[in-house]
């Protein structure tokens, strides 16, 4: 089911045609549960559950996941900018521009690489100038 919502979410950051496997078992596990949408007063929606089982937890995700996939909630699916992450996550920011799917592990570590980088050829260039007016 995580791979299956994961395939689907990732497709449609891209907004490729969904691939069929992931959206049977996005529908068989929405389906299976006993979860329901409910009211509360405070106009909020809220699951309800049957039980407490297992069937009826994943029913939530994929009503989820079928929410946020089909568009339906105020947002928009990406794919995290880090090339060792590339996960699809859903940006609520407002200008919807985020470009990690964490900015505390994803974020933050292209930051330091980038860091990294920079202070690397930074370094280099000092070298090289030092090497230039010694030779000069
Ligand atoms: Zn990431």
């Known amino acids: 089911m995580r791979e299956a919502i994961h395939a689907a979410a990732t497709v449609a950051a891209t907004q490729n ?3 069929a496997s ?5 529908n068989e596990c929405s389906i299976e549960g006993r979860a329901a949408a409910t009211l509360t007063s405070a ?8 039980s407490a089982s297992v069937e009826d937890a994943l029913s ?8 946020i ?3 339906e909630r105020d947002g928009k699916l990406a794919l995290c900018a880090s090339p060792t992450c590339q996960a ?3 940006d609520t920011s407002q200008s919807r521009n985020s ?3 964490d900015m505390n592990t994803c ?4 930051k330091k690489a980038r860091f990294n980088a920079h202070r690397r050829k930074n370094l280099g260039i000092s070298r090289m100038s030092l090497k230039c007016s010694l030779s000069i």
């Open 107 to 110: 974020g933050n570590l292209q």
């Open 60 to 67: 939530v995700i994929a009503g989820d996941a079928i929410n």
């Open 17 to 19: 045609a969904l691939p």
């Open 69 to 71: 996939i089909a568009g």
């Open 22 to 26: 992931a959206v049977k078992l996005i």
């Open 88 to 90: 699809a996550f859903f």
């Open 99 to 101: 470009r990690w799917c």
């Open 43 to 50: 106009a909020e929606h809220r699951w309800w559950l049957s």
